[in-house]
């Protein structure tokens, strides 16, 4: 493993960058990448510090929802620099047609979140064509469509017990942690949706999946102010949720395979959120602390919270650590916290640096990265502006004047481990990945049984060896160019490898055909680690559930900019 690898380095005490962890790890490698916590880059926090710091204000500018949570709803969100609309069409539950997955066709809400403030007009065109879905056109300006359901027990308990004057039972919120769980946030051309690379520089959701976020948070609040609207059809009395229960109750989020698609199709993205990420870690364990240094006591303070939301958690999980045991090794990376306080000079400690190597030699992985994750925090402003360097162009071109030969070479150097796996046995080559012809959703199955599907997933490490064994048959003068006049199948691959040379994290290292691979370690990467999501419960290997925004600042909160630790939250008393 390279010492320059910018997923895996941490500071020295002298300020030299230095491996963090045994040369063993390999951080591309899918199990590694499903580790990563949530941190200050994970875009549901970076999107609500922007909010914060700017204070958006969230106002409901029209309520035409009945006793049978039938009608509409407009949200208006000025943040300032832009005023934004989310529209919601609001439904009576039925199970009928209602499915987690995308090919659902019934569901509880479906909204859109539009630029500027949208007319009665734009209002009735989204009623016709939102319901369409995947026959439906969206209306100019618009951004996301969104779709959700209730989670039925919380909702419904929470609605009965503020009709009877009380607060919903904690123990009944936890199970789920939220009201309405989000089954979709399509945009980015999608639906005729605005294409995110075409929203101007200075737009405030201009950063990648920053408008997916912000409908996911109005998908949250919709979802507190619909259970006070149906208590209060039944009790005009009924109070509302109390402040902090609407802070710990986030909105749920399901994910499966499609985010397996999104990696392999984003390279660019992920090496740039990777090497942010760590970049952040750096620039915190680089920090010049003593004993009672602000930075100190708020890591401190931010482990303790780390602990108290783990020993909470009750969920369980199938392929990933237990929270119980996640909490015990944070305590003792806290007790260790102490004790490298206790040997502090003022200002002259990498106090951080040494924590996070003792932490990435004494305990578990997934404890080691929660408090990389909380590292992140006591440098916002590196986290901020790394966060604007996210969006970028997924296009990929040929250079056809490079020799073959650099080409070649470039392949051997940066696709080494390609070249490490098995790809030619019939395990390494067992599945394809297809749309059926009853979902929009990706599956994976034995090639066998789809004989005549179109493979939708990259099969990386066989293109990188076919491109390679090409290259080995160039003449010694020939030019990429000649190599794809002879073999033009060739030319995506060509592309990616040319237009991402010198980026070291962009694509996992994973054979997605192989039966031993596993997707919830990819899709855990994309909703834990980019994402945010908490609680992220797994099941059969391949579908993750749980909560974003959990804990997050309320409307009001926002509009005060009320900036306090709101991740990781503790169980209301």
Same mark, same amino acid.
């Given at each position: 493993?390279?010492?320059?690898?910018?997923? =895996?380095?941490?500071?020295?005490?002298?300020?030299?960058?230095?491996?963090?962890?045994?040369?063993?790890?390999?951080?591309?490698?899918? /199990?590694?990448?499903?580790?990563?916590?949530?941190?200050?880059?994970?875009?549901?926090?970076?999107?609500?510090?922007?909010?914060?710091? #700017?204070?958006?204000?969230?106002?409901?500018?029209?309520?035409?929802?009945?006793?049978?949570?039938?009608?509409?709803?407009?949200?208006?969100?000025? $943040?300032?620099?832009?005023?934004?609309?989310?529209?919601?069409?609001?439904?009576?539950?039925?199970?009928?047609?209602? =499915?987690?997955?995308?090919?659902?066709?019934?569901?509880?809400?479906?909204?859109?979140?539009?630029?500027? @403030?949208?007319?009665? !007009?734009?209002?009735?065109?989204?009623?016709?064509?939102?319901?369409?879905?995947?026959?439906?056109?969206? $209306?100019?300006?618009?951004?996301?469509?969104?779709?959700?359901?209730?989670?039925?027990?919380?909702?419904?308990?929470?609605?009965?017990?503020?009709?009877? %004057?009380?607060?919903? +039972?904690?123990?009944?919120?936890?199970?789920?942690?939220?009201?309405? @769980?989000?089954?979709?946030?399509?945009?980015?051309?999608? &639906?005729? =949706?605005?294409?995110?690379?075409?929203?101007?520089?200075?737009?405030?959701?201009?950063?990648?999946?920053?408008?997916?976020?912000?409908?996911?948070?109005?998908?949250?609040?919709?979802?507190?102010?619909?259970?006070?609207?149906?208590?209060?059809?039944?009790?005009?009395?009924?109070?509302?949720?109390?402040?902090?229960?609407?802070?710990?109750?986030?909105?749920?989020?399901?994910?499966?395979?499609?985010?397996?698609? &999104?990696?392999?199709?984003?390279?660019?993205?992920?090496?740039?959120?990777? $090497?942010?990420?760590?970049?952040?870690?750096?620039?915190?364990? !680089?920090?010049?602390? +003593?004993?009672?240094?602000?930075?100190?006591?708020?890591?401190? @303070?931010?482990?303790?919270?780390?602990?108290?939301?783990?020993?909470?958690?009750?969920?369980?999980?199938?392929?990933?650590?237990?929270?119980?045991?996640?909490?015990?090794?944070?305590?003792?990376?806290?007790?260790?916290?102490?004790?490298?306080?206790?040997?502090?000079?003022?200002?002259?400690?990498?106090?951080?640096?040494?924590?996070?190597?003792?932490?990435?030699?004494?305990?578990?992985?997934?404890?080691?990265?929660?408090?990389?994750?909380?590292?992140?925090?006591?440098?916002? +402003?590196?986290?901020?502006?790394?966060?604007?360097?996210?969006?970028?162009?997924?296009?990929?071109?040929?250079?056809?004047?490079? *020799?073959?030969?650099?080409?070649?070479?470039?392949?051997?150097?940066?696709?080494?481990?390609? &070249?490490?796996?098995?790809?030619?046995? #019939? /395990? /390494?080559?067992?599945?394809?990945?297809?749309?059926?012809?009853?979902?929009?959703?990706?599956?994976?199955?034995?090639?066998?049984?789809?004989?005549?599907?179109?493979?939708?997933?990259?099969?990386? *490490?066989?293109?990188?060896?076919?491109?390679?064994?090409?290259?080995?048959?160039?003449?010694?003068?020939?030019?990429?160019?000649?190599?794809?006049?002879?073999?033009?199948?060739?030319?995506?691959?060509?592309?990616?490898?040319?237009?991402?040379?010198?980026?070291? /994290?962009?694509?996992?290292?994973?054979?997605?055909?192989?039966?031993?691979?596993?997707?919830?370690?990819?899709?855990?990467?994309?909703?834990? %680690?980019?994402?945010?999501?908490?609680? !992220?419960?797994?099941?059969?290997?391949?579908?993750?559930?749980?909560?974003?925004?959990?804990?997050?600042? $309320?409307?009001?909160?926002?509009?005060?900019?009320?900036?306090?630790?709101?991740?990781?939250?503790?169980?209301?008393?």
């Amino acid at each position: 493993m390279s010492s320059s690898d910018p997923v =895996t380095l941490a500071l020295s005490s002298s300020g030299a960058v230095a491996p963090a962890i045994p040369d063993s790890f390999h951080p591309m490698l899918p /199990a590694h990448l499903a580790m990563l916590q949530p941190s200050r880059l994970s875009v549901s926090r970076s999107m609500m510090a922007k909010a914060l710091k #700017e204070r958006w204000r969230i106002v409901l500018h029209d309520w035409r929802i009945d006793a049978n949570a039938v009608g509409t709803a407009v949200y208006h969100i000025d $943040t300032g620099a832009m005023v934004f609309s989310f529209s919601v069409l609001s439904f009576a539950p039925t199970a009928q047609g209602k =499915t987690g997955r995308i090919i659902g066709r019934s569901w509880d809400m479906m909204g859109a979140l539009t630029e500027g @403030r949208v007319s009665d !007009a734009d209002l009735n065109a989204m009623a016709v064509e939102l319901p369409k879905l995947y026959e439906g056109r969206a $209306t100019p300006g618009t951004l996301i469509w969104a779709r959700a359901n209730r989670s039925s027990r919380a909702f419904d308990h929470t609605v009965q017990a503020l009709v009877a %004057g009380e607060q919903p +039972d904690i123990g009944v919120l936890s199970e789920v942690c939220y009201l309405m @769980r989000n089954t979709g946030l399509d945009g980015n051309g999608t &639906f005729g =949706t605005r294409s995110f690379l075409s929203l101007e520089a200075d737009h405030p959701l201009r950063r990648p999946l920053d408008a997916q976020m912000l409908s996911a948070y109005m998908m949250r609040t919709f979802s507190i102010d619909l259970a006070h609207h149906l208590a209060r059809v039944r009790n005009p009395e009924a109070p509302d949720i109390d402040p902090a229960i609407q802070r710990y109750l986030g909105v749920g989020n399901g994910s499966a395979l499609g985010l397996i698609l &999104f990696v392999n199709n984003h390279p660019r993205l992920i090496h740039n959120w990777l $090497t942010a990420r760590q970049q952040a870690i750096q620039a915190a364990c !680089a920090l010049r602390v +003593d004993a009672e240094s602000q930075e100190v006591v708020m890591l401190d @303070r931010m482990i303790a919270r780390t602990i108290a939301f783990r020993r909470e958690d009750r969920m369980e999980y199938e392929r990933f650590a237990d929270s119980a045991m996640v909490a015990s090794e944070l305590a003792q990376v806290r007790e260790t916290l102490d004790r490298l306080r206790g040997q502090t000079t003022a200002g002259s400690s990498d106090l951080f640096g040494q924590l996070a190597r003792w932490a990435q030699a004494h305990v578990h992985e997934e404890t080691c990265q929660c408090l990389l994750g909380l590292l992140t925090e006591l440098v916002p +402003d590196v986290c901020d502006r790394e966060a604007e360097k996210l969006a970028v162009s997924e296009d990929f071109l040929v250079e056809p004047d490079m *020799p073959a030969a650099d080409l070649r070479e470039l392949v051997r150097r940066e696709y080494a481990w390609a &070249f490490e796996m098995d790809v030619d046995s #019939e /395990a /390494a080559r067992r599945h394809i990945w297809y749309k059926s012809v009853s979902a929009e959703e990706p599956r994976r199955g034995p090639a066998a049984e789809v004989e005549y599907a179109f493979n939708l997933g990259l099969d990386l *490490p066989r293109l990188a060896r076919d491109l390679h064994a090409a290259l080995l048959d160039a003449a010694p003068h020939d030019t990429v160019g000649d190599v794809l006049m002879r073999s033009p199948q060739l030319r995506n691959i060509v592309a990616r490898v040319q237009t991402l040379r010198g980026l070291d /994290a962009h694509s996992p290292h994973m054979n997605i055909m192989d039966e031993q691979f596993v997707p919830v370690d990819i899709v855990r990467l994309m909703n834990v %680690g980019m994402h945010g999501v908490d609680k !992220a419960r797994d099941y059969l290997g391949r579908n993750l559930r749980g909560v974003l925004f959990h804990g997050a600042p $309320t409307p009001a909160d926002m509009a005060a900019g009320v900036a306090t630790d709101w991740f990781f939250p503790q169980e209301p008393r």
